[in-house]
């Protein structure tokens, strides 16, 4: 009987295409299961490692909190212990460790609960983005992970376009359903702020200073939504699009032109909440339904 793995991780995605596995292309998924199966030993009549992803992150699109999961026989995963004292899951992890690439590091591996579904039973997914716009220097060694803009954005205009995107909403201006899926999702929170240019204890600087982040937090998100809505919201910010621009975008959605993905490399998947054990198997079972919007009667 097999059981169910989950597996937390992070990745610089500066050099990957994305999460999942494509051939040919350097993928995380792809580096990952190639590191499974080289560790398992796992041959080819044998069922290949899958990895099971929270989120699908695009090309270029970082995650300091990632989870997966997989399927495994426990006499494969057996063979990850060798000459190690430990849990077969501690070996596993320590091997894998050992054995990715120096742009994914492997947090925990460990035995899910019940009802476990890393994609399904997720509670909320926060994504940030980061942009250094003119008025600051953008701090070297994370310059990987953030986006270097000229222009100065006018933070006012940004707030008020983030506090139009929270709610239930069809987001089909800024996203691109799945195959029979939807663009509808609900988001929590929407919100920029600036980090702090002050120097603390002994003249350090908080990393990341002066950056300007915007925060989303939401149930799911469908394909380019997060990029899709930073690029709308910093057309506002530079004074190319009106709010007004911006609501109209949110109340019709329909995707065109003007409402595509900014670049990759400022965003950052931050975090995957999940909800107490008991209640994932029931959260994987309402969140594979189709959304829809309440009908509005008028």
Request: some cysteine; overall charge neutral; aromatic content about 6%.
């Amino acid at each position: 009987m097999t059981q169910r793995l989950r597996i937390d991780l992070a990745y610089d995605g500066t050099h990957f295409h994305g999460w999942a596995k494509q051939p040919q292309l350097r993928t995380v998924q792809g580096e990952v299961e190639a590191a499974l199966t080289k560790i398992l030993r796992i041959r080819e009549q044998e069922s290949p490692a899958h990895l099971v992803v929270a989120g699908r992150t695009d090309t270029g699109v970082h995650a300091r909190h990632q989870v997966c999961h997989m399927d495994i026989e426990p006499e494969i995963l057996m063979r990850a212990l060798g000459h190690l004292t430990l849990t077969p899951e501690a070996a596993l992890c320590h091997r894998l460790q050992h054995v990715v690439p120096d742009d994914i590091v492997i947090y925990s591996v460990e035995r899910a609960p019940e009802g476990f579904d890393a994609r399904f039973s997720a509670l909320e997914r926060t994504y940030v983005y980061r942009i250094c716009d003119s008025s600051v220097a953008v701090d070297p060694r994370i310059r990987s992970c953030v986006l270097k803009m000229d222009s100065v954005l006018d933070e006012d205009r940004l707030r008020r376009a983030a506090a139009m995107i929270v709610g239930l909403k069809d987001f089909g201006s800024f996203a691109t359903p799945n195959p029979g899926g939807t663009t509808i999702r609900e988001v929590k929170v929407a919100t920029w702020n600036r980090v702090p240019s002050h120097a603390g204890d002994y003249g350090i600087l908080p990393l990341g200073s002066g950056l300007l982040e915007f925060t989303i937090v939401a149930d799911a998100f469908a394909h380019n939504m997060v990029r899709s809505l930073v690029g709308a919201q910093v057309q506002v910010g530079v004074g190319k699009k009106s709010l007004e621009w911006f609501a109209e975008k949110l109340a019709v959605p329909v995707r065109e032109g003007s409402t595509g993905p900014i670049a990759p490399e400022g965003l950052t998947l931050e975090h995957v909440s999940y909800p107490d054990d008991a209640e994932l198997g029931e959260r994987a079972q309402k969140i594979r339904a189709r959304r829809t919007l309440p009908v509005r009667h008028v």
